[in-house]
């Protein structure tokens, strides 16, 4: 018996401790660069835990005299099986408790001790649970087969003692065992019902059949545990004798349905983060998949970086770990604007006229400031080409100072300057004034004219 629930075990924390090693959230950062309006994809793997998040468990027993050894078998693991539970990686606060149901129906069997008895409610206590299921012992059951399963399922969905945690905030489960089916309805209470009963309070169960020698007609002989683990998300399990039960348990834990849903927090307004399908559904354990879209605004302001947390939810149920987060940072597409503006002579006392004379050009003296603008890079850089050649020169920051000479035939140079000018510019033709910025956007073109000395 040890042995084999020993087994089960080794397994389940090699499957947990495989899942602990890889990020629950694949890739769980998404760090990249876009133009504005412009969007990416990125497909999105959730490592699912073994065990469904944050779960409170109520260990729910059939009591009856033919229960004896599969009794015996869970009192003797459940330590191990709790430890388990609490110990997997993304499960978070569990909680266990401990219930028992025998026959009890006045019309089949009045001898009974009760119909039903919470032993422990839902906690954190460990200890108190072992105590609870520690009260479980195999008597009565009476001539009839049938038990009182269905009123047991419908008492744990329904009273306020079990002290499941509210709504939304765990995952309820019921982990049954039995070898007899229920009366229907029992104590009032229709399949129908409790079924009803159960998903009204969002529990699963998982069904273990128990097949003992005698005085029992099998847990789901009826149909009634696949109508009820079916309709509850849950699943059920055959334990091929009492020792296969506390095994039978720990698989059904790790072989239940999970929901993985996400949202969004803390999310720049200029990037909008969508995941496509809404929610997948899958078996704890696995994979769940989504195609991520992530697109800037249009008007985003460029050379920003925007950010974006993505929270996956399982079960409704927020997990350590389960979280995305993106950076995007929005390039600058804008190019910056080049001047070529008339300046002050080398004395810096005023800006010589450019005269009457059309052909003397915008600036017959040559001085010149050179300009840049944009609208991210504060430096962007100037160069200054010859239109008559293949010269170019620079780079130069916003704010340099030229006498800008136009000399065809000459070798076209730069020189220092004098006084309040920073360069004297050589060139056989027109200056050809660009910026660039630090993305490399290049503006439009700029020119400085002068005429070339007279012949």
Not at 215 to 224: A, K
Not at 304 to 319: D, I, K, M, R, Y
Not at 334 to 353: E, R
Not at 429 to 455: F, L, M, W, Y
């Amino acid at each position: 018996m040890l042995r084999r629930i020993s087994a089960a075990l080794v397994s389940i924390l090699m499957l947990t401790s495989a899942s602990a090693l890889a990020a629950p959230v694949d890739p769980p950062t998404v760090n990249d660069s876009l133009d504005p309006g412009a969007s990416k994809t990125v497909t999105k793997t959730v490592h699912t835990p073994a065990i469904a998040p944050r779960p409170d468990i109520m260990f729910l027993a059939d009591t009856t005299g033919s229960m004896g050894p599969a009794i015996a078998n869970v009192a003797t693991n459940a330590g191990s099986i709790m430890t388990t539970v609490s110990g997997s990686p993304g499960v978070g606060e569990a909680r266990f408790g401990a219930a028992e149901y025998k026959d009890g129906e006045p019309a089949f069997c009045p001898s009974d001790p009760f119909a039903y008895r919470l032993n422990q409610a839902v906690t954190t206590n460990t200890a108190n649970v072992l105590t609870g299921i520690g009260m479980w012992s195999a008597s009565g059951g009476c001539v009839s087969e049938s038990e009182s399963a269905l009123n047991a399922l419908f008492r744990i969905a329904t009273d306020a003692a079990t002290m499941f945690r509210p709504i939304g905030t765990s995952t309820r489960i019921v982990a049954w065992f039995g070898d007899s089916d229920s009366h229907d309805p029992s104590f009032g209470h229709s399949l129908a019902q409790v079924i009803a009963a159960l998903n009204a309070a969002q529990i699963r169960v998982i069904a273990v059949a128990v097949v003992t020698p005698a005085f029992s007609n099998g847990l789901d002989v009826t149909g009634q545990a696949t109508a009820i683990t079916t309709q509850t998300g849950g699943t059920l399990l055959n334990a091929a004798s009492a020792n296969d039960v506390s095994t039978a348990i720990l698989n059904g834990l790790t072989n239940l349905p999970v929901t993985v849903t996400h949202s969004l927090s803390s999310c720049d307004p200029n990037l909008t983060v969508t995941l496509s399908p809404a929610s997948r559904t899958v078996t704890s354990g696995t994979d769940a998949t989504f195609t991520e879209t992530i697109t800037v605004a249009l008007g985003a302001p460029q050379g920003t970086t925007l950010t974006c947390t993505v929270n996956f939810l399982l079960n409704g149920q927020p997990a350590t770990g389960f979280t995305e987060s993106i950076t995007i940072r929005v390039n600058d597409v804008t190019p910056p604007t080049a001047k070529c503006d008339p300046t002050t002579n080398p004395a810096g006392n005023h800006i010589p006229n450019a005269g009457d004379n059309p052909k003397s050009g915008q600036n017959p003296d040559g001085f010149y400031v050179l300009g840049a603008t944009d609208n991210v890079d504060p430096n962007a850089m100037i160069f200054v080409a010859d239109s008559a050649s293949s010269f170019v020169a620079g780079p130069y920051p916003s704010g340099t100072t030229i006498k800008l000479i136009q000399a065809p035939g000459a070798t076209p140079n730069v020189k220092p300057g004098t006084g309040a000018i920073d360069f004297k510019i050589t060139l056989n033709g027109d200056a050809i004034v660009t910026a660039v910025d630090a993305s490399g956007n290049v503006s439009a073109r700029a020119t400085c004219n002068v005429p070339p000395p007279p012949k």
